[in-house]
């Protein structure tokens, strides 16, 4: 199974609001609402901050949100902080009972 | 404190074998599923396998299937990943990782995370 696709990499100044998209199909992001996204800073495991397409684990902040339409979920994250600047994978349940990551976005905070 | 640490990395010949544990603490270790993710070096996240909080039910990708056995030891709180005729395009950095949902027969999302083991397959 190929990744979901998603952008290489995003920017945004401190305060904007950028949103990452991520692309499967009916066998996966479409068919399933288990889609969620990972935050991983250099060097670090990655973190979990949107489960379920749009619920967010306690202690992420809200200015996390995501959403789904379609086979396309999306990632948006409000109010850019210089720590936001990471790598974003998203992930998806399959209908092959496996899972499924993105090719994940480098975010850059100018 | 919920806590995942992976041991068993190393440098292994192709063709070679190797056995990552995962240990874990902080919570009921049976009740809940949990998967192997691997990060080849400056590459993506890639899911590799994942368990049931019983061991009675076991998922592959299909880049490892039948070279790879997940298990556990809900005795000892931990996982396991035996990695069997390894090849370069195995080598990366392997976590262990937490499923979400108490219960859950898979994991659909990882909540808890290791810091990772590193598995080179060079020659």
């Known amino acids: 199974q190929s990744a979901l696709t998603q952008p290489a990499s995003v920017s945004g100044s401190p305060g904007q609001s950028i949103t990452i998209s991520c692309t499967g199909t009916s066998s996966d992001v479409g068919g399933y609402n288990y889609v969620s996204w990972y935050q991983q800073h250099p060097g670090k495991a990655p973190k979990l901050m949107i489960y379920e397409v749009s619920n967010r684990p306690s202690g992420v902040s809200n200015r996390f949100s995501g959403s789904k339409s379609g086979n396309t979920a999306s990632l948006t994250i409000s109010g850019l902080q210089a720590e936001d600047e990471a790598d974003y994978y998203c992930s998806s349940y399959t209908s092959s009972s496996t899972l499924l990551f993105g090719g994940g976005t480098k975010l850059t905070v100018l | 404190e919920v806590q995942l640490l992976e041991s068993g990395g190393g440098l292994v010949q192709p063709g070679g074998s190797l056995r990552l544990s995962c240990a874990a603490s902080?919570?009921?270790?049976?009740?809940?599923?949990m998967s192997w993710v691997r990060q080849a070096p400056g590459k993506g996240l890639e899911w590799v396998s994942a368990?049931?909080?019983?061991?009675?039910?076991?998922y592959y990708a299909d880049s490892v299937k039948g070279r790879f056995t997940i298990s556990r030891d809900n005795s000892k709180n931990t996982l396991y990943l035996q990695m069997n005729s390894l090849r370069a395009e195995d080598t990366a950095v392997y976590y262990c990782a937490k499923g979400y949902y108490y219960g859950s027969g898979t994991c659909y999302y990882m909540d808890v995370w290791g810091k990772g083991t590193t598995v080179t397959v060079s020659s």
């Open positions: 368990i049931s909080g019983s061991g009675g039910s076991t």
């Open positions: 902080g919570f009921t270790f049976s009740s809940y599923a």
